[in-house]
């Protein structure tokens, strides 16, 4: 379902320079596969993310999804490309501030170019228990509740594979359980794969395959045993 290989993605520093940040010669996850991602913070895990998802251009490589090269997409045929085919939970929500909970759902749906479906758009919601807040705009739910609007939002479009960054960060613990079995169980019944970056040893440990990004990342692995040969010499 989805198959990086050579993937690399740098960034120019002032000086002229470049800042490497990933380097994967090789990772695939399968059709309906779930993984967590794991990896100290600065290792990439965003930045992977948002590459899978076109929100950015790797630097080379190739990014296979579904059969389709999207590094070689402008960035509009990527936006479409999303759109259609991929859900994504994002660390900072990004729910337009302007729409109730359920029109940030049927919002997601609308670009996906399948029309809205406002049964499955409450329905979806009402799994994330927030049944009474349907009409209530961001600026007046907690930011536990936005951070459940959005995984709401990412499963409406019924996606091929949905990314999650830290999807339980900003929930409180009595509803990140509640949170963790929607994004699976979701998953699981549609045949979605499914890929989560996360901090939380309790989540990583619900999943059968849990990879650490520094094994991955051949930037992360160098700078981690840089760090590590800094503290034997010191």
Known sequence: ???????????????????????????????????????????????????????????????????????????????????????YVFQTFNLLPGFSALENVQLGMAFSGRGSDKKRAIDLLERVGLGHRLHHKPGQMSVGEQQRVSVARALANKPKLVLADEPTANVDVGNQQLVVDMLRNTCRDENVALILVTHSPAVADQFDRVDLLTDVNLVAKRKLAEQDRSVLEG
């Open 1 to 87: 379902m989805l198959e990086l290989k050579n993937l690399k993605k740098s960034y120019q520093e002032p000086d002229g320079g470049e800042l490497p940040i990933l380097d994967v010669p090789s990772w695939s996850v399968d059709e309906g596969e779930q993984v967590v991602v794991v990896g100290p913070s600065g290792c990439g895990k965003t930045t992977l993310l948002h590459i899978i998802a076109g929100i950015l251009r790797p630097t080379s490589g190739q990014v296979l999804i579904d059969g389709w090269n999207t590094a070689l997409l402008t960035e509009s045929e990527r936006d479409q490309f999303r759109a259609r085919r991929i859900g």
